[in-house]
């Protein structure tokens, strides 16, 4: 493994603190029963995200059945937009992951954007708001990274064939998509219902735009970013109602209504 890989882990380790540490109100001099320290909320956010699972309801498996779905469907699109990128050209196969930084600022620019304006203003809900950001794109990049070295699959810059699992590749998924739908979609569905409209067009646009350019660098296939994207988007609404509490009971629901000669499974997800 690299050095930047090591270091790379090493700070996916160590943010978490940060993130649970700024994000908590606790004043440990007049609630100490209440105090927690940055580890014990770090492995906590952990423990909770692992275990996640165990928890969902109808309506979270259903959404992680259509994410699977879904990445299913888009593999079988994954040579097609290749060449629609490279025209399946010798010189694409370079194995170089170009762009790499350039690809990650538009999301690192909201989440600086955020903490630095909360910090400005003395926002206690921005500087939650960046709390969640961060925590979601720490446990989500975390698990890709998992995922990049459990399914061992190669990029397009190393072959043209998308079924080249376990080959010692970290191609799937794509991090960059990770984070940028992680730091996104909190930015779209937190704050003030006012500007919801602008807030989904930013955070949501960065996470396409961030899938978009890892497509067209030829750093990822098709399947990557969407499975990328599906990971930051469930991460971050793990990470806003960790911060928020249990989700809305109305906000999805699932659920069966008579209909002539039969009976129709109706599933209702409010966004706002």
Not at 119 to 141: K, N, P, Q, Y
């Amino acid at each position: 493994m690299s050095i930047i890989k090591r270091c790379v882990l090493v700070t996916l380790l160590l943010l978490p603190a940060a993130a649970l540490a700024q994000a908590a109100d606790v004043d440990c001099d007049q609630a100490p029963e209440s105090c927690t320290t940055p580890l014990s909320r770090s492995l906590g956010a952990i423990k909770a995200y692992v275990t996640a699972p165990q928890r969902w309801d109808t309506p979270e498996w259903l959404l992680f059945g259509g994410a699977v779905v879904a990445i299913g469907a888009s593999h079988g699109f994954d040579s097609r937009v290749r060449a629609h990128f490279t025209e399946n050209s010798p010189a694409s196969l370079t194995g170089a992951n170009v762009d790499a930084v350039q690809d990650a600022l538009p999301a690192a620019t909201l989440l600086v954007g955020t903490w630095t304006l909360a910090h400005i203003t003395d926002d206690g809900d921005g500087r939650r708001e960046a709390g969640a950001m961060l925590e979601a794109t720490v446990l989500s990049v975390g698990t890709s990274y998992v995922l990049n070295y459990a399914s061992g699959r190669r990029g397009p810059n190393q072959t043209a064939d998308p079924n080249r699992w376990w080959s010692g590749g970290t191609s799937f998924p794509s991090q960059h998509t990770t984070a940028a739908f992680a730091i996104g979609t909190v930015l779209a569905e937190s704050g003030n219902s006012r500007y919801r409209w602008i807030r989904r067009f930013l955070g949501y646009g960065v996470g396409g735009f961030t899938a978009y350019e890892r497509l067209k660098h030829n750093a990822h296939w098709l399947s990557d970013t969407v499975s990328g994207g599906a990971l930051g988007a469930a991460s971050a609404r793990f990470a806003m109602n960790r911060e928020t509490g249990r989700p809305d009971p109305e906000a999805a629901t699932v659920a069966l209504s008579p209909i002539p000669h039969g009976l129709m499974l109706r599933y209702v997800w409010r966004l706002q």
